[in-house]
């Protein structure tokens, strides 16, 4: 394998439909995943994160740019790319009249795997995933969130170079969730590499080495989630429920975002005494919180992840 996992240079995506409008979904996107990377793609929903997911896993071609995976131009040289790539895609399911032991397994094998190879991977993802005492049902009875793990469980075996999943936790309770975290990284220390979309940013904060937002099929800003907190202005976040008719009051202490009536201040530890002494003064509550990455994504996107 050359080159790094994946690198794309001013990828493009224009859909266009008979009769209608062209829709750009990605506006010359260029970014690099180094090899045993967890990197995120946050976005909201139609930002581009699973029209760049799809190029890179070889299933739509670009409108123009390039892209690679491991030096290899995935839209002139797909055969060459598709063997170091395993994809969960958004929402996929399970083959409905197979078990998830018989998915796991058929996959593996037909990915070139030995019996003996594909048999030992599949029980351990199954382990991995809490999915072992439900093997045996056909996944037509299973539920959405056990489809889901089905399917991780299926691409974790594989332990191939580059894994892409989009939104691979959704629909899981937290503690499905958290073993999806866990598995993903065992395999970056076994030397896979994986590029995540998802919308859970305490998801994207936990397992990612980088992450990008993405907006508009493009690249705002890109670094690691500390990078992004401090970009805020501030480590700490006050909270004041009813603080937005005196937002004016504030506005000298940091950023300010209304919310309602709500009003959140993001502030230096310095001048946090100063602010509460305000707050006093004005009779109002407040609460003292670490800055997280929904205030980094708000302050570059301008929108929560989950407005549409």
């Known amino acids: 394998m050359t080159g790094e996992a994946l690198r794309s240079e001013r990828l493009r ?31 909201r929903n139609g930002a581009g994160k699973t029209t760049f997911l799809k190029i890179a896993s070889t299933l739509l071609r670009p409108t123009s740019g390039s892209i690679e995976v491991f030096g290899h131009d995935v839209a002139r ?13 958004q929402e996929g399911k399970p083959f409905f009249h197979l078990t998830p032991r018989e998915q796991v397994y058929t996959y593996l094998r037909t990915r070139g ?56 936790s959704i629909g899981m309770d937290p503690f499905a969730r958290r073993d999806v975290w866990e598995s993903l990284r065992t395999l970056t220390q076994r030397g896979s590499t994986i590029l995540l979309t998802t919308h859970y940013l305490d998801e994207a904060e936990a397992l990612s080495h980088r992450l990008y937002i993405v907006e508009r099929g493009e690249v705002l800003v ?19 429920p009813q603080g937005a008719v005196q937002v004016d009051a504030f506005r000298s202490f940091g950023a300010c975002v209304a919310d309602g009536e709500h009003l959140s201040v993001i502030v230096a530890p310095e001048r946090i005494g100063e602010l509460m002494d305000l707050a006093v003064r004005s009779r109002l509550t407040a609460t003292v919180g670490p800055v997280t990455l929904e205030e980094a994504f708000l302050r570059v996107v301008g929108r929560s992840i989950n407005e549409e």
Request: hydrophobic share 40%; proline share 5%.
């Open 13 to 43: 995506k224009v859909y266009t439909t008979r009769g209608g409008p062209s829709v750009e979904a990605l506006a010359g996107v260029s970014m690099e995943v180094r090899r045993g990377e967890r990197v995120a793609l946050l976005g």
């Open 77 to 89: 040289n797909p055969d060459r790319a598709r063997p170091y790539i395993a994809v969960v895609p």
């Open 113 to 168: 795997l030995s019996r003996e190879t594909a048999k030992a991977r599949t029980e351990e993802s199954l382990e991995r995933m809490g999915l072992t005492e439900i093997a045996d049902r056909l996944a037509i009875t299973l539920s959405g969130g056990q489809r889901q793990r089905t399917m991780v469980a299926t691409v974790i075996a594989t332990e191939a170079p580059l894994l892409f999943l989009d939104e691979p």
């Open 222 to 240: 890109s670094g690691t989630a500390d990078d992004l907190k401090r970009s805020v202005g501030g480590t700490l976040k006050v909270t004041i």
